[in-house]
């Protein structure tokens, strides 16, 4: 590979000591266990190797409507985005009681750096690698300032930002001809579905839906800013259409979309929808 990024710093956050809800709200239950477990034993049996399981003898193919420079950017983004994913779920690890909800989330991690190491090597067959855009260095830091409780990380890490990594895997998988791109997302994919189950299982252990509704309100405030403030780096993000991966638009309707995972996970109640009205607008 012809250049690194080193951009990701080292986690920072410093949980706030309001009146949040307490990181040591994660109870853990019987079920909560079995199902961590059963989480931990599926990532034993579904772990892959970037190096044996990906066909590297094929060559990477481009979209026809991609411009190679532009193909370098886009597929740059994969991997820094792993790499957000992978340093949010190392700032959350220390803020989970230990057990159960450690491992499984280390199991995450694994798969993290197993993403990052696929497309880290999809980049060195292109031969040439782009910084990360402003949307995922906005991302980032936010996730690294975290300045609220364990819970709104969870949210931020495996509700928004998990969210919108399996749209794009699925996106990817869809319009991207690349047979080797194929084969990582399709790992990926089957990856970042445990993910997302682990953050309901963490949400539920938190009790998020019997949070008072003040608490909540403010989780969806400080999800509302990350969410406007990529929205605002990518739209400064002059002239570069962010290909298929991060347009104006998707910012806009994943807003809307967000809210039925929000509901789905209790952070917004039945019968609440106009109350977090304001903070959707
Ligand atoms: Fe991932
Ligand atoms: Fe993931």
Redesign the pocket.
């Known amino acids: 590979m012809a250049k690194a990024f080193h951009w990701l710093g080292s986690a920072t956050m410093q949980p706030s000591k309001s009146a949040d809800p307490p990181n040591e709200g994660f109870a853990a239950s019987g079920h909560t266990e079995r199902y961590c477990g059963m989480l931990v034993d599926k990532a034993a049996k579904q772990a892959w190797s970037a190096t044996r399981d990906i066909d590297w003898h094929v060559p990477p193919q481009r979209p026809w409507w991609l411009p190679r420079r532009n193909h370098v950017i886009l597929t740059s983004q994969f991997l820094h985005g792993?790499q957000v994913?992978r340093s949010a779920c190392e700032t959350l690890l220390p803020l989970l009681p230990e057990g159960p909800f450690r491992q499984a989330l280390e199991t995450q991690i694994a798969?993290?750096a197993r993403?990052v190491e696929a497309h880290a090597r999809y980049l060195s067959r292109i031969g040439d690698i782009a910084p990360p855009r402003p949307l995922l260095v906005q991302a980032l830091g936010h996730i690294q300032d975290w300045q609220g409780c364990a819970i709104g990380l969870v949210l931020a890490t495996h509700v928004v930002l998990e969210s919108e990594?399996l749209a794009i895997q699925q996106e990817l998988a869809r319009d991207f001809p690349c047979p080797i791109m194929h084969q990582i997302s399709r790992f990926?994919a089957r990856?970042?579905s445990r993910h997302i189950a682990l953050g309901r299982v963490l949400l539920r252990a938190a009790a998020l839906p019997a949070q008072p509704f003040e608490v909540r309100l403010k989780l969806h405030r400080q999800l509302r800013r990350l969410w406007r403030d990529c929205a605002a780096a990518a739209k400064a993000d002059h002239g570069w259409a962010f290909a298929r991966a991060a347009p104006e638009g998707r910012l806009e309707t994943g807003w809307r979309r967000l809210q039925a995972r929000f509901r789905r996970v209790g952070l917004i109640g039945a019968g609440e929808d106009s109350l977090f009205a304001e903070t959707s607008a």
């Open positions: 792993e994913a798969d993290e993403h990594a990926s990856d970042e």
